[in-house]
């Protein structure tokens, strides 16, 4: 005679689904910071190649012009015509795309750090590099000339992501640690031979790291993001570093500031990395 054995239902009891539902919640948790720290590694790595490639355009320009990009107090930049009755004053640069609705002007010498765009490429030009010269995950659209200008909301010193180092806007002496307030003699452009320690002197960085969020965005300690930034030097290799671990840096006797990687001591004669 056969009896009939009496079997389990395959089914979760509520406790065994809580349980699950609760190690998942885990796995979640434990992966999700991976992930992300797996995407700010992937576009900490755009952020290089687009150092690299702005570190190539100013290879190129110190190649061509025997300096690197620099304009003198009044001096136009190379090509720009604004007609027999403009006069610029001693004491302005120019940093100008015409005819495009764009003049900039300053009284500050060391405002190169963001406007070295008009001296690499003209206007014309800037949307074959845009994407370069902004950090990932910031604005990829390159505003219109028109949205530009003195009365607009748009800064255009917030358009670019990406410094240059006011070392090479000066001559070595004037980053000796004395001050030269007043003497304009050492504001001349460096020339490539200039450079000392080429594989050991930043010239380029981002100074966004815009694809730092959330938890991960660095604070700003001294003027510079406290966090691994994409450089390149000007040997023409890029690397990722900490600004904090740069070598010692020397006042600027024209607006005071001590800002590593800006103002190395001895400028392009220094390092700022061994």
């Known amino acids: 005679m056969r009896t009939r054995s009496c079997t389990r239902p395959n ?17 979640i948790g434990l992966l999700l910071p991976a992930l992300s720290g797996a995407r700010s590694s ?66 500050d010498y060391f405002d190169h750090d963001w406007m070295w765009p008009a001296m690499v490429a003209p206007i014309d030009d800037w949307p074959n590099y845009w994407e370069t010269w902004i950090s990932p995950r910031k604005d990829q659209e390159l505003p219109d000339l ?4 003195f009365d607009s909301d748009i800064e255009i ?29 050492l504001l001349r452009a460096v020339r490539p031979h200039d450079v000392r320690y080429p594989s050991g002197k930043a010239m380029l960085w981002d100074d966004d790291l815009s694809y730092m969020s959330g938890k991960q965005t660095p604070e700003r300690i001294d003027g510079l993001l406290d966090a691994k930034t994409p450089m390149a030097f000007a040997d023409g290799h890029a690397d990722a570093l900490l600004p904090s671990d740069a070598g010692e840096s020397v006042q600027n006797s024209m607006n005071g500031e001590s800002t590593k990687l800006h103002n190395t001591k001895d400028g392009v004669h220094g390092r700022d990395y061994n």
């Open 11 to 27: 089914a979760f009891s509520l406790i065994e689904l809580l349980v699950t539902i609760g190690i998942i919640g885990v796995l």
């Open 42 to 107: 992937a576009l900490q790595t755009v952020a290089l190649s687009n150092v690299r490639s702005v570190g190539t355009q100013f290879q190129q320009f110190s190649g061509d012009e025997g300096k690197y990009p620099q304009q003198n107090l009044g001096e136009l930049p190379p090509g720009l015509d604004l007609g027999s009755e403009f006069v610029p004053e001693d004491d302005v640069i120019i940093s100008a795309w015409y005819p495009g609705g764009v003049v900039i002007a300053t009284t």
């Open 146 to 149: 028109d949205d530009i200008g």
């Open 157 to 185: 010193r917030d358009m670019i992501s990406i410094a240059y180092s006011n070392s090479f806007v000066a001559r070595p002496e004037y980053w000796n640690g004395q001050s030269h307030d007043g003497d304009l003699t």
